[in-house]
């Protein structure tokens, strides 16, 4: 049974920084990433990593936000930093199971920038 565990989320000034972690178990995944949804709005996608290593990242988090992932620990880091206010929103963790690609998702964790 596949199971994520989501932390790291709170409450952060603009231009501060928090980093989030997802830990997921139950089997072997393939490419992990971080989603957001902001209130009122479509759950986007905000960056994800290959087991290889390979990232890709939204426009809006380019060059702020750094995805990276332990394979050995099954478990995906979001480095958030110069944080803005329109990050505000609930993140959560997807991955794909290495075998049959099913997507998982975390519970989600708030994610507020506000001074």
């Known amino acids: 049974q596949v199971q994520l565990v989501e932390s790291g989320g709170g409450l952060v000034q603009p231009g501060g920084s928090l980093r989030l972690s997802c830990a997921a178990s139950?089997?072997?995944?393939?490419?992990m990433g971080w989603y957001r949804q902001a209130p009122g709005a479509q759950r986007e996608l905000v960056a994800e990593?290959?087991?290889?290593?390979?990232?890709n990242y939204a426009n809006s988090v380019q060059g702020r936000f750094t995805i990276s992932r332990d394979n050995a620990k099954n478990t995906v880091y979001l480095q958030m930093r110069s944080l803005k206010p329109e990050d505000t929103a609930v993140y959560y963790c997807?991955?794909?199971?290495?075998?049959?690609?099913?997507?998982?998702w975390g519970q989600g964790t708030q994610v507020t920038v506000s001074s």
């Open positions: 997807k991955v794909k199971n290495r075998y049959d690609y099913a997507a998982y």
């Open positions: 139950g089997s072997i995944f393939s490419t």
């Open positions: 990593i290959s087991s290889g290593g390979s990232t």
